[in-house]
Each structure stands twice: as structure tokens, then as C-alpha cells.
């Protein structure tokens, strides 16, 4: 079956404007999740969604940054306002159920993300 | 915020040797998961070890958890050059089931 798709697979733009990134996860996945990757930072959670709802998203660096899920199905991570340090690749992730933990994420192919 | 450490940073060795690689966590967990990521992108799960289990085995792959000592290591026999990939290890927390705290990983290379 397919794995978890994102879109785009890469996204430049600049200082000030808003973009959202999109994740497909695994059919039938009930926790999805999102991460960025960048050189400073390395690989930091910043929000997961079970089912529609979203018990943490302590890792949003800033109100800057929202999410949503819809249908249990695909979320959207939307930058607001976008500055160079949130130049990175962005991950999701899905695994079949989160709160039972224990369960193995699979990983889409990211989204690079270059703000200028 | 970074959950583990691994050592080394790097490693580089030929084709046909072992590599082993070191993992470190500060809190307690459920489980400790390691990845594989080529090329900056799509991380690909190997293996995850419970926090009750010593030792597991996949291919040839070999994952030993002390939890003790708060440390993993993730060993590779008679490596491949197509092994060459950074490898991460990242833990599950008892108290914030699902989300995954990664480490900085270990880039491995391969040589042919």
C-alpha cells in the first residue's frame, strides 16, 4: 500500500509570507505526527494528532505555527509570517494508534522549506 | 528538545566489518525505536526494543537496551556500502506516549 505522501516536496519563499504543508499518512493510521529537521536543531517533534485532535503540541516553536487534521485523515502544518529560521525539512509521520505507544512511525519524504 | 545522544558522530568503515553505535537517554521510557535516514530525508524504522527487553534481533541488525544505564546500542554485522545512512535512536516516554525524542544521530559510511 502507499506510504505517508507529503506536498510539496520542496517550497521557497519569502520572509513574511504564509505556506502550508500537506501529509498523507498511511490509510487507516490514527496518530499522525509532525517533526522538522534542520542543522541546529536536529530532529524536533512539534505536534501529534490522534484521531482529529491534538493532545500535544507542545513542540510549536511559536503561535506562528498551527495545525490541523480533518477526516482522521490528512493535516496541514501552516507557517504564518514565515523568517529564515524556519528554513528546514519538515516531517510527518503516522503509526496506527499513539497513546497505546510502542508503535512504529512511518515517515514521509519531508517537506524542504527555504524561507529568503 | 534532544532526548538522546549517540556516539560516535561519525563513523567510517569497510565493507564487511561491524559497526556498532551507542545511544544515550536521560529520562526513563517505554520503548527506544532506531532509524535509518538517507540523504537528508524519509526516515525508515529498523527495530524497537521495549523497556522490559535486553536484547532483539533483526537480520542483521542486534539492538541492546540497559536501562540502567540509560543506553542503547545498535549493532550491524558484515556491513554493506549501501548501509551507508545516518542512524538515530529515539525514545518513547512513559509520560508522553507516541511522540518520538530523537538523538543527533551517527552518520555512517560504508566504504567499498
Known amino acids: 500500500g502507499a506510504g505517508v505522501s507529503q506536498s510539496p516536496s520542496n517550497k521557497v519563499t519569502e520572509k513574511g509570507k504564509d505556506v502550508e504543508l500537506r501529509c498523507d499518512p498511511i490509510?487507516?493510521?490514527?496518530?499522525l505526527y509532525w517533526y522538522r529537521q534542520s542543522l541546529g536543531q536536529g530532529l524536533e517533534f512539534l505536534i501529534y494528532?490522534?484521531?482529529?485532535?491534538?493532545?500535544?503540541k507542545s513542540g510549536l516553536p511559536s503561535d506562528r505555527f498551527s495545525a490541523e487534521r480533518t477526516g482522521g485523515s490528512v493535516s496541514t502544518l501552516t507557517i504564518q509570517r514565515t523568517q529564515q529560521e524556519d528554513s528546514a525539512v519538515y516531517l510527518c509521520?503516522?503509526?496506527?494508534?499513539?497513546?497505546?505507544?510502542?508503535?512504529?512511525?512511518?515517515f514521509g519524504p519531508g517537506t524542504r522549506l527555504t524561507v529568503l | 528538545s534532544q532526548q538522546g545522544e549517540e556516539d560516535p558522530q561519525a563513523l567510517s568503515i569497510q565493507e564487511g566489518e561491524n559497526a556498532t553505535m551507542n545511544c544515550s537517554y536521560k529520562?526513563?521510557?517505554?520503548?527506544l525505536q532506531w532509524y535509518r535516514q538517507n540523504s537528508g530525508r524519509g526516515l525508515v524504522h529498523l527495530i524497537l526494543?521495549?523497556?522490559?527487553?535486553r536484547e532483539k534481533h533483526s537480520g542483521r541488525l542486534r539492538v541492546t537496551l540497559d536501562t540502567s544505564k540509560k543506553s542503547s546500542s545498535l549493532l550491524i554485522t558484515a556491513s554493506r556500502a549501501a548501509d551507508t545512512a545516518s542512524y538515530f535512536c529515539?525514545?518513547?516516554?512513559?509520560?508522553?506516549?507516541?511522540?518520538?525524542?530523537f538523538g543527533r544521530g551517527t552518520q555512517l559510511t560504508v566504504w567499498p
Open positions: 494528532f490522534q484521531g482529529n485532535s491534538a493532545p500535544d
Open positions: 509521520a503516522s503509526s496506527r494508534e499513539g497513546l497505546a505507544g510502542g508503535n512504529e512511525q512511518f
Open positions: 490509510s487507516g493510521h490514527t496518530a
Open positions: 529515539a525514545t518513547v516516554r512513559g509520560s508522553t506516549l507516541g511522540r518520538l525524542y
Open positions: 526494543i521495549r523497556s522490559n527487553e
Open positions: 529520562t526513563s521510557i517505554n520503548n
